[in-house]
């Protein structure tokens, strides 16, 4: 029916470069990431893309929210770090978003996605490359300006190997989702028009814009998911929040909201080691960031058979 106006079409042939390295058929997505979860997520991926679009940037960076959060605007990590895009508060300060017991603006959907936009100019114009920009959204620029140099000195291509494994992991579930997109766009996926879900209002308008779009009823829930922050529990005017459009209604629900949870093995906050396991091995068995373990185990040099490790604080 949409054919060529699917935004999904443009997103699934966008962002062509040479991933030799980064591609693998052996790899498996975490089970949510699949083309079910991608659909219940178009109405925030189109807000997205359109954001991107208008800074002329990659919309394929729309993906790492599904990535980062599960595009879970409250979503919170071991490390602290939240929201849609996960800002750590050291950079979400640095950026301008504010973080304090108050106010935390990581969950602000429109604020975030805005700082999230700035990151990506920032890294692109110290790193000159898109897939290096991953990587440092994942690892840290200083990381991979230090795995530049190693590697320049040696006269050598940085490959997936070289890279932690949860990045590695991280780039593989981004061309992971690139090659769902891909396989779907003209199927499932072109069911989608290329039109705005979601609109800016300022808060102040809400009653106004539902009385004129004829939306009776809409559930708090799905605003929270929309705009991250309770609407209930605004202070200061104005305010801009994302609100849905009449295309919205035509496919998704104004009283549901499928919110999804990051997948992880993890059970308990100690773990005993086994026989030849490595903060390596086990952060890749537990789906624990490798860097995180060795941060709450920093007494530990080395580790051996029966002795007991943090997975978490409590």
């Not at 998911?225 to 998704?252: A, C, E, S």
Request: glycine content about 4%; overall charge positive.
């Amino acid at each position: 029916m949409h054919g060529e106006d699917s935004f999904y079409a443009t997103l699934a042939s966008s962002f062509e470069v040479n991933n030799k390295t980064i591609e693998s058929n052996d790899y498996q997505l975490p089970k949510y990431l699949n083309v079910t979860f991608i659909k219940s997520a178009t109405p925030s991926i189109k807000f997205y893309y359109d954001e991107l679009r208008a800074q002329n940037l990659p919309v394929d960076l729309a993906l790492i929210p599904l990535i980062e959060s599960a595009n879970n605007p409250r979503a919170r990590s071991p490390k602290d770090a939240l929201g849609l895009w996960q800002f750590m508060p050291a950079t979400a300060n640095q950026f301008g978003l504010k973080v304090s017991k108050q106010e935390d603006e990581r969950l602000h959907v429109i604020a975030s996605t805005r700082v999230a936009i700035n990151y990506f100019i920032y890294l692109y114009n110290e790193l000159k490359d898109w897939n290096l920009v991953l990587m440092a959204y994942n690892w840290g620029i200083g990381s991979v300006n230090r795995l530049i140099d190693k590697k320049i000195k040696q006269n050598q291509n940085i490959q997936l190997k070289d890279l932690p494994l949860e990045t590695q992991e991280y780039l593989l579930r981004f061309y992971g989702l690139k090659k769902i997109i891909k396989k779907y766009a003209n199927t499932e996926l072109n069911y989608f028009t290329n039109a705005p879900y979601v609109t800016k209002i300022s808060f102040e308008d809400l009653d106004t814009y539902l009385s004129e779009q004829n939306i009776s009823t809409i559930s708090n829930d799905v605003l929270i998911h929309m705009n991250g922050i309770d609407l209930n529990q605004i202070n200061d005017y104005p305010i801009d929040i994302l609100v849905p459009t009449k295309l919205f209604l035509r496919y998704f629900s104004t009283n549901e909201v499928n919110v999804k949870k990051r997948q992880t093995k993890k059970t308990s906050c100690t773990y005993q080691v086994r026989q030849g396991e490595t903060f390596t091995s086990i952060g890749k068995s537990l789906a624990i960031n490798v860097n995180y373990l060795k941060d709450l185990n920093a007494n530990l040099t080395f580790l051996r058979p029966g002795m007991n490790i943090k997975l978490c604080e409590k």
